[in-house]
């Protein structure tokens, strides 16, 4: 069984940073894709980023040149780096191992806020 757990969400002014990180169990870490995704009120949930097993990464345009993807195969750890913060990055923030198929495991989430 597979478990996700996030840390490091919080309240920050615009323009402030926030480092996510979410710790796997279960599973074989290092060969997995991981990712993120976020879900404000009212929206879907939507893809931020993600990294490839191979360290390879893809972003949201949203958040291109903002935020970074990074992972620690000998910790089972990935991490994203938000900085210039920005209102409408108010969401739940969600770990994600996805899985061929389906949509994988998941997080508990993480609340950030960004005050303006």
């Known amino acids: 069984q597979v478990q996700l757990v996030e840390s490091g969400g919080g309240l920050v002014q615009a323009g402030g940073s926030l480092r996510l990180s979410c710790v796997a169990s279960g599973s074989s870490f290092s060969i997995n894709t991981m990712a993120w995704y976020r879900q404000a009120p009212g929206k879907q949930r939507e893809l931020v980023a993600l990294?490839?097993?191979?360290?390879?990464?893809n972003y949201a345009d949203s958040v291109k040149g903002r935020f970074t993807i990074s992972r620690d195969n000998a910790k089972n750890t990935v991490h994203l780096q938000m900085n210039s913060l920005k209102p409408e990055d108010t969401a739940v923030y969600y770990c994600?191992?996805?899985?061929?198929?389906?949509?994988?495991?998941w997080g508990q989430g993480t609340q950030v806020t960004v005050s303006s």
């Open positions: 994600n191992q996805p899985r061929v198929g389906w949509g994988g495991y």
């Open positions: 990294i490839s097993s191979g360290g390879s990464t």
